[in-house]
């Protein structure tokens, strides 16, 4: 058996759209689980809709993820340029093949490949064996000289020596147009695995570049975990089989298979992608978290942190299992590093429900200044034997000293919150709130 290579070929003329990594993904899935080689090659031959940008956000968002090619830009590789753009000599190579044994021709002014008139026989890793015949004649070069998708697309695989061609189920119907032409230069036909579409989050209708959530780019910038967004959309149209979801990327590859890979499409679930991110940021190692939450924390909010990096390091770690995503937890530690924190309005309706909130709060000021240590064992103990000689839950002191220490009905765990903000700190807000 020749060794797998498999490639991912992108148009680049537009964003990296979802569909597109998912499609890199299973490539750079596959080759992994063979030991295979992973070859990028950027099909620009329709040059007016390239952009040089579109191909750094594409290989951007690629070595965001992890998807690591092993021939293409940026590396060497013995199979010249990976750029369509780039191999015009080699294309007009192959149209004269064709011409010597007559199966292409000109009119018009286009080059027509010219077709077998024999059903062919489409042997599909996920969907089957599809019977097509093709009855009319194409072209392969336009009238201004331009070879045409089909003829390159085909011409690049056999040149690269591509085993398995996985692509978007978008191309089943031009596969036969491929067969021919593969049959035609009598090259051996790669095994094709086409893969179910993403469904937008609503409704029929495949997931399009506008679509909330269809950029790789956005989740970039929201500081989404890579790590999540892969194991995500590994889910997107395959299945483990062990009702597992969540798995680390090692994992995936030894599993992932043709088997796996479902025929219906599958549906963008923007809830269920994000639920992914948290479960990984809550099991990031701390030293990652710590960076990633202070990268989140300078480049996405006004928050000055302190020279004090013992003290960022412990609130960062005392947040990280409440934690949902980057994007939110600078709001969520904001108050740690700011005395003028703000006081939320739907956390004061909660806290101010019932009963008498400030007298509860100056009753445990009393407590808490009189504490010579303050970890969170004393400060709890402080706090229960107070709510048991006056009769009431505890609950009603914690939620107002957490209110008038944060802002925030909602947090951390308040024990350790008030050890890490610290005694002083915490008698002067909770007098200044008293006060105000
Ligand atoms: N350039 C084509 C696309 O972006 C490639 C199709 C294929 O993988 O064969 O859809």
């Not at 952009?51 to 060497?76: A, F, H, Q, S, T």
């Not at 398995?164 to 094709?192: C, S, W, Y």
């Not at 600078?330 to 019932?354: I, L």
Request: net charge neutral; proline share 4%; charged share 30%.
């Amino acid at each position: 058996m020749s060794k797998t290579r498999v490639r991912f070929a992108p148009s680049p003329t537009g964003f990296f759209h979802i569909g597109s990594a998912r499609t890199a993904l299973f490539n750079w899935l596959y080759a992994r689980h063979t030991g295979g080689t992973f070859v990028l090659r950027i099909e620009d031959t329709d040059d007016e809709r390239n952009r040089v940008e579109y191909l750094n956000i594409l290989k951007d968002g690629m070595k965001w993820l992890g998807l690591d090619w092993d021939e293409g830009p940026d590396v060497g590789g013995d199979f010249g340029p990976y750029f369509q753009s780039q191999r015009a000599d080699i294309y007009r190579q192959y149209l004269e093949i064709l011409r010597k044994k007559g199966r292409a021709y000109d009119k018009d002014g286009a080059v027509f490949f010219k077709v077998s008139g024999e059903t062919q026989i489409l042997h599909d890793a996920v969907y089957g064996d599809v019977a097509r015949m093709e009855e009319k004649d194409f072209p392969i070069f336009r009238s201004n000289g331009t070879p045409v998708f089909h003829f390159v697309n085909v011409v690049d695989d056999i040149c690269m020596q591509i085993t398995n061609v996985i692509r978007g189920q978008d191309h089943l119907t031009n596969t036969n147009k491929h067969i021919e032409l593969f049959k035609a230069f009598d090259a051996p036909m790669p095994q094709f695995a086409h893969i179910p579409l993403i469904l937008k989050s609503e409704g029929q209708g495949k997931m399009s570049k506008r679509d909330r959530g269809a950029l790789i780019e956005e989740y970039q910038q929201k500081n989404y975990l890579p790590e999540a967004v892969r194991n995500y959309l590994c889910m997107l149209g395959w299945n483990p089989k062990n009702d597992r979801e969540i798995m680390p990327i090692g994992e995936i590859i030894a599993l992932f298979d043709f088997h796996g890979i479902v025929k219906s499409n599958a549906r963008f679930d923007e809830r269920k992608m994000s639920h992914f991110n948290t479960e990984y940021l809550r099991a990031l190692a701390p030293d990652k978290f710590v960076a990633m939450a202070r990268r989140a924390i300078e480049t996405e909010s006004d928050i000055k942190l302190p020279e004090d990096s013992a003290y960022v390091e412990k609130v960062f770690l005392l947040c990280q299992p409440k934690a949902a995503n980057l994007e939110c937890f600078p709001s969520m530690v904001e108050f740690f590093f700011n005395d003028a924190y703000k006081f939320d309005a739907a956390a004061r309706e909660k806290v101010y429900k019932k009963g008498n909130p400030d007298e509860r709060l100056a009753q445990v000021f009393e407590v808490l200044k009189s504490l010579e240590s303050f970890d969170h064992d004393s400060i709890y103990s402080a706090i229960s034997a107070l709510a048991e000689k006056n009769g009431v839950k505890i609950t009603e002191y914690m939620q107002i000293l957490r209110y008038s220490v944060s802002g925030l009905a909602g947090g951390p765990d308040l024990m350790p919150m008030l050890e890490v903000l610290g005694k002083s700190k915490v008698c002067e807000r909770v007098e200044a709130y008293l006060k105000r």
